[in-house]
T-cell receptor, first 114, second 118 residues
Framework: GDSVTQMEGPVTLSEEAFLTINCTYT??????LFWYVQYPGEGLQLLLK?????DKGSNKGFEATYRKETTSFHLEKGSVQVSDSAVYFC?????????????FGQGTTLQVKP | SAVISQKPSRDICQRGTSLTIQCQVD?????MFWYRQQPGQSLTLIAT?????????ESGFVIDKFPISRPNLTFSTLTVSNMSPEDSSIYLC???????????????FGAGSRLTVL
């Protein structure tokens, strides 16, 4: 079945460091891909998405490119801030927009130190 | 984006008891979705709640353990029945919303209800 694999955390970085969180997926067909973020004490929020191959999703300085050839959707940010400390989830949806079933990765905790 | 309110935000429960989680959305939606996030693990869809019909459960989840109500288009409840410590999780309500700027459909989550079963 469909699945998502993320790099294990926690990832600990100093402020202004470059961030990469790896995400690979297995799916039939052509899924949409997402990154969600969960800040401490809050619910999940959509960070960015991409719906087809070579699409680049971007938001708040974060980027991820849908790579069909490598089945990957790695999250990157050029310069992290302490406020980026959160848990990041990669997810895919291979179904229509009217359903709410997402397959999530296990989450990667990011800690940014001043 | 959608405003989704869940109650309780957290609770500590005794083994064998049941707890009902409420989810209120700020506008009408056809489907509401209940997810579970076990400690240190990813999110898993429990069921889809449709107004006017029985909920649709994912593999591994059954109605007797997780009964769901959907009395109207803005409200749903999830009950965790006969709880055991293995039910300690964050339970999240979610809906699909269309982003006005792009027209894209995205899954929007409530803040979750953190249950600890002793």
């Amino acid at each position: 079945g469909d699945s998502v694999t993320q790099m294990e955390g926690p990832v600990t970085l100093s402020e202004e460091a470059f961030l990469t969180i790896n995400c690979t997926y297995t799916a039939t067909g052509y899924p949409s891909l997402f990154w969600y973020v969960q800040y401490p004490g809050e619910g999940l929020q959509l960070l960015l998405k991409a719906t087809k191959a070579d699409d680049k999703g971007s938001n708040k300085g974060f980027e991820a490119t849908y790579r069909k050839e490598t089945t990957s959707f790695h999250l990157e940010k050029g310069s992290v801030q302490v406020s980026d400390s959160a848990v990041y989830f990669c997810a895919l949806s291979a179904v229509t927009s009217n359903t709410g079933k997402l397959i999530f990765g296990q989450g990667t905790t990011l800690q940014v130190k001043p | 984006s959608a405003v989704i309110s869940q109650k309780p935000s957290r609770d500590i429960c005794q083994r064998g008891t049941s707890l009902t989680i409420q989810c209120q959305v700020d506008s009408q939606v056809t489907m509401m979705f209940w997810y579970r996030q076990q400690p240190g693990q990813s999110l898993t869809l429990i069921a889809t709640a449709n107004q006017g019909s029985e909920a649709t459960y994912e593999s591994g989840f059954v109605i007797d353990k997780f009964p769901i109500s959907r009395p109207n288009l803005t409200f749903s409840t999830l009950t965790v029945s006969n709880m055991s410590p293995e039910d300690s999780s964050i339970y999240l309500c979610s809906v699909v919303r269309q982003k006005p700027e792009s027209g894209a459909n995205v899954l929007t989550f409530g803040a979750g209800s953190r249950l600890t079963v002793l």
